[in-house]
C-alpha cells in the first residue's frame, strides 16, 4: 500500500521559514514526479510545486514566486519543500502528492496527474 506521510508543519512567525518533508513508501518514485500543492481555507487547492528527477519547477505566482523551491532524495523516497520569507498568506494545509505513472509534460500543476495523496500538512504563519 502506498502512502505519502507530509511533516514540518506548524506555527512559524512572517518572515520565518520551514521545510515541509514527504516520505512516500510502498514503491519508490524516483524518475516519477511528486508534488505540492497547498488549500487554505475558504480556497480552492493550489499549485506550489513540483519535480522529476532533480527538476524541480515552483508556481510563478507572485504569491510564491522566488521563495519556494523544491527537492527529493530518492534514496529516503522524499521529496522536501522549502519555504522561506513566509506570509500569512500561506497559511495552508500542504499536501504532497505523486504521480504513479510516468509523465514527461508541462501540466505539473494539474492535480488529476498525481494518483498518489498524503493526508496534509498545516503550516500557519502568523503576522
Known amino acids: 500500500q502506498v502512502q505519502l506521510v507530509e511533516s514540518g508543519g506548524g506555527l512559524v512567525q512572517a518572515g520565518g521559514s520551514l521545510r515541509l518533508s514527504c516520505a512516500a513508501s510502498?514503491?519508490?518514485?524516483?524518475?516519477?514526479?511528486m508534488g505540492w500543492f497547498r488549500q487554505a481555507p475558504g480556497k480552492e487547492r493550489e499549485f506550489v510545486g513540483a519535480i522529476r528527477w532533480s527538476v524541480g519547477i515552483t508556481n510563478s505566482a507572485d504569491s510564491m514566486k522566488g521563495r519556494f523551491a523544491i527537492s527529493r532524495d530518492d534514496a529516503k523516497n522524499t521529496v522536501y519543500l522549502q519555504m522561506n520569507s513566509l506570509k500569512p498568506e500561506d497559511t495552508a494545509v500542504y499536501y504532497c502528492?505523486?504521480?504513479?505513472?510516468?509523465?514527461?509534460?508541462?501540466?505539473?500543476?494539474?492535480?488529476?496527474?498525481?494518483?498518489?495523496w498524503g493526508q496534509g500538512t498545516q503550516v500557519t504563519v502568523s503576522s
Open positions: 502528492a505523486a504521480m504513479g505513472r510516468y509523465y514527461s509534460g508541462n501540466y505539473y500543476h494539474n492535480e488529476a496527474l498525481y494518483q498518489y
Open positions: 510502498g514503491r519508490t518514485f524516483s524518475g516519477y514526479a
